[in-house]
Structures are given as C-alpha cells and as structure tokens.
C-alpha cells in the first residue's frame, strides 16, 4: 500500500472513531432501507471508503448485491480485504462518483459520510445522477454529517464532542435546508 493510501486509510479511520453512535447509525440505515431480510436487490454504496457501510447491509440483507464505489486505492484495498467473506455479492470500481456518471438500475443508492466532501454544485449534480441510478421505486439514503443551523448548537455540539474526548464535527457537513429543496428539485 503506498503512503497515500495507507494515509486515506488511516485518516477514514480517525473520521469514524469522531462518530458518536457509529454502530446505532448504521443499524438506522439497515432499518430504513424498505426491504425484507432475505429480499434479492442490487444497493450502490457512493465513496464507500473501506466497506464498512456495506458490510453491514450485506451482512443484513443475505441475498443482496453490491457496487461500491471509491476512488482511493488504499480504501479500495481495505474494502476488498473488509468484504472477502461477500467476494461474489461485491463489485468495488474506480469511480469518482461526483465527476463521473453513475451505473443504474439499483433498488438503493447508500452512503456513508461520502457527501460533505463534494462541492455544492457537483452535490447537486450527485443527487440528479443518484436519482436516475435507482429503480423507480428506489431508495436513497445518506448517513451524513449535518451541519448545526446556527451558532449556538454548533457550540453545543462542540462542547460536547470535546467532552466526549472526540474530534471535532460542527464544523463540516451540510445544511438540511439547502440539501432538502435540490433533493425535491430532482424528484426526490
């Protein structure tokens, strides 16, 4: 693994140890996704890192398949290695989700922290292409770092994480009230 890899690696690592709750958010998205235990679909994971997302709704939803998409190599390497025991329920692709089209025709598109990073604009665009990547009746849901809507409870937010012993989160992310009207401007 080369020093950049082993970098993004190490730094995913670092951002998920600051998640509070981290194995009760991702048992949220089990939950949320309208499927039966045992139901055959297809789920696209966006910038899905080293897997943890999606060994979690694999290990879940027994018959389900994956696309996971991830530019790094390194994080790449660690799903791979994550998800051995899923080889044949898996595909991981090179693909920058945020500059390049989507493959379609999935009955869920799933993410994991994997939009606070991309610009606005290319944000919007995601949502369009993640909209035309599911079937129609799809589900799309983003585990995301959501931004305090003011001042305030982005003090309190912080106050917290530091007494916790966590780094910090107030800080980045996204704001519910600009991410929900593109969401319903693409058909969300």
Same mark, same amino acid.
């Given at each position: 693994?080369?020093? $950049? *890899? ?6 995913? *690592?670092?951002?998920? *140890? ?12 089990? $939950? ?22 999606? %060994?979690?709704?694999?290990? &879940? =939803? ?5 696309? /996971? ?8 390497? %660690?799903?791979?290695?994550?998800? %051995?025991?899923?080889?044949?329920? +898996?595909? +991981?692709?090179? !693909?920058?989700?945020? $500059? ?15 939009? &606070?990073? @991309?610009?606005? !604009?290319?944000?919007?665009?995601? #949502?369009?292409?993640? #909209? ?7 589900? =799309?849901?983003?585990?995301?770092? +959501?931004?305090?809507?003011? &001042?305030? !409870? ?5 106050? !917290? &994480?530091? $007494? ?5 989160? %107030?800080?980045?992310? @996204?704001?519910?009230?600009?991410? /929900? ?8």
């Amino acid at each position: 693994m080369t020093e $950049r *890899a082993a970098g993004d690696v190490e730094s995913e *690592a670092l951002g998920l *140890a600051a998640v509070p709750c981290l194995p009760e958010l991702l048992d949220a998205v089990v $939950r949320l996704l309208p499927f039966a235990r045992d139901a055959a679909f297809s789920f696209l994971d966006l910038g899905s890192g080293s897997g943890v997302l999606a %060994a979690t709704l694999l290990m &879940h =939803f027994v018959n389900a398949r994956a696309v /996971l998409l991830e530019e790094s190599a390194g994080l790449r390497a %660690a799903a791979t290695q994550r998800l %051995a025991q899923f080889a044949d329920r +898996i595909e +991981i692709a090179p !693909i920058a989700f945020a $500059r390049e089209p989507l493959p379609r025709g999935f009955g869920a598109v799933v993410t994991l922290f994997g939009l &606070h990073g @991309v610009e606005d !604009i290319a944000r919007r665009g995601v #949502y369009r292409e993640v #909209y035309g990547a599911l079937q129609p009746e799809g589900a =799309f849901l983003a585990a995301e770092w +959501i931004r305090p809507p003011t &001042h305030g !409870i982005a003090s309190l937010y912080a106050d !917290i &994480h530091t $007494r916790e012993g966590r780094v910090g989160g %107030a800080s980045k992310g @996204v704001f519910l009230s600009v991410e /929900l009207p593109w969401l319903a401007t693409v058909g969300f």
